[in-house]
């Protein structure tokens, strides 16, 4: 446990994007990445794509650990993609896009989960006025939450960049409003989202740009009613104390490799005994 795990400037969002973030659950960032960054990970995602769909059982297959599930047709979900490609570590380990997720876990954190979703429409399924979705979420009010100063935080937060521009007609994360804070039944609180599809919010924004969000939010993947592919790239994160999502445990000689100021954030090094609680008030201005 000799490795530095970088300070993050807190606060790292702006004081309406954090309002934002507690009262809906979610906020986007846009314009996080470069068109340069953006490029590089949507190449790199497509030819790792390209090297599982040639293996000789993609939905068996493991490239430099990355896996591959989804119907191989119009969905293709990618698991544990963190050792596949060089250029996913600058996504990872990106420095802006960490102190935005240690603000709202409320600490130092770690990667639990590195995916990566390309997705379009099935030209044979009509489009649906009113689609359902495959609502869901990875951690509970109460139990994956607190408050702190006021403000919301969530041991379990992802990062979802579109690498694609996502206009209204594609696909945008669809995630119901303020739910990150509701200790309901998810199944009743998804029956009064149909209800009123106004607490339905989609995601709507320019390639390279982010949606911060608690796992506690229940949120799912959007409907594709275009005929553009959507590529979107994901990161969960938690306290380092918290283990990685089952089969994202990242291999040792992998985290041997790294750069020395990325292996606590990769592995989970810093554990219990350092880690960093931090917190802001509303009030205080961007350091970042
Ligand atoms: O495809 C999406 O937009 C949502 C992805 C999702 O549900 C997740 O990361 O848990």
């Given at each position: 446990?000799?490795?530095?795990?970088?300070?993050?400037?807190?606060?790292?969002?702006?004081?309406?994007?954090?309002?934002?973030?507690?009262?809906?659950?979610?906020?986007?960032?846009?314009?996080?990445?470069?068109?340069?960054?953006?490029?590089?990970?949507?190449?790199?995602?497509?030819?790792?794509?390209?090297?599982?769909?040639?293996?000789?059982?993609?939905?068996?297959?493991?490239?430099?650990?990355?896996?591959?599930?989804?119907?191989?047709?119009?969905?293709?979900?990618?698991?544990?993609?963190?050792?596949?490609?060089?250029?996913?570590?600058?996504?990872?380990?990106?420095?802006?896009?960490?102190?935005?997720?240690?603000?709202?876990?409320?600490?130092?954190?770690?990667?639990?989960?590195?995916?990566?979703?390309?997705?379009?429409?099935?030209?044979?399924?009509?489009?649906?006025?009113?689609?359902?979705?495959?609502?869901?979420?990875?951690?509970?009010?109460?139990?994956?939450?607190?408050?702190?100063?006021?403000?919301?935080?969530?041991?379990?937060?992802?990062?979802?960049?579109?690498?694609t521009?996502?206009?209204?007609?594609d696909?945008?994360?669809?995630?119901?409003?303020?739910?990150?804070?509701?200790?309901?039944?998810?199944?009743?609180?998804?029956?009064?989202?149909?209800?009123?599809?106004?607490?339905?919010?989609?995601?709507?924004?320019?390639?390279?740009?982010?949606?911060?969000?608690?796992?506690?939010?229940?949120?799912?993947?959007?409907?594709i009613?275009s005929d553009r592919e959507r590529?979107?790239?994901?990161?969960?994160?938690?306290?380092?104390?918290?283990?990685?999502?089952?089969?994202?445990?990242?291999?040792?000689?992998?985290?041997?490799?790294?750069?020395?100021?990325?292996?606590?954030?990769?592995?989970?090094?810093?554990?219990?005994?350092?880690?960093?609680?931090?917190?802001?008030?509303?009030?205080?201005?961007?350091?970042?």
């Open positions: 446990m000799s490795e530095t795990q970088p300070s993050q400037p807190l606060p790292a969002l702006t004081a309406s994007q954090r309002y934002h973030f507690d009262v809906y659950g979610y906020v986007v960032i846009e314009n996080t990445l470069t068109a340069t960054e953006t490029e590089a990970l949507y190449q790199a995602l497509h030819e790792l794509k390209r090297e599982i769909l040639a293996a000789d059982d993609p939905a068996k297959a493991h490239v430099r650990g990355a896996f591959m599930d989804g119907d191989f047709k119009h969905t293709f979900g990618f698991g544990h993609i963190i050792e596949s490609m060089h250029d996913f570590l600058m996504y990872y380990g990106h420095s802006r896009l960490v102190a935005m997720i240690e603000e709202v876990v409320g600490g130092t954190v770690r990667l639990s989960e590195a995916e990566a979703i390309i997705n379009s429409r099935d030209p044979a399924k009509a489009v649906e006025k009113e689609p359902q979705y495959g609502f869901h979420r990875g951690t509970k009010p109460g139990f994956g939450t607190h408050e702190v100063n006021g403000l919301f935080h969530c041991t379990f937060v992802k990062i979802l960049t579109n690498l521009e996502l206009g209204p007609d696909g945008g994360t669809v995630v119901i409003a303020g739910s990150h804070k509701i200790d309901a039944a998810e199944a009743d609180m998804i029956a009064l989202a149909y209800d009123d599809r106004s607490l339905i919010h989609q995601i709507v924004a320019p390639a390279g740009s982010t949606l911060l969000f608690a796992e506690s939010l229940i949120h799912a993947t959007g409907q009613r590529t979107i790239i994901i990161g969960g994160y938690a306290p380092t104390m918290f283990q990685a999502w089952n089969e994202y445990e990242p291999s040792t000689g992998f985290i041997k490799g790294l750069p020395e100021h990325l292996r606590p954030l990769f592995s989970g090094s810093k554990g219990w005994e350092e880690w960093q609680e931090r917190h802001r008030s509303l009030g205080e201005t961007l350091t970042t």
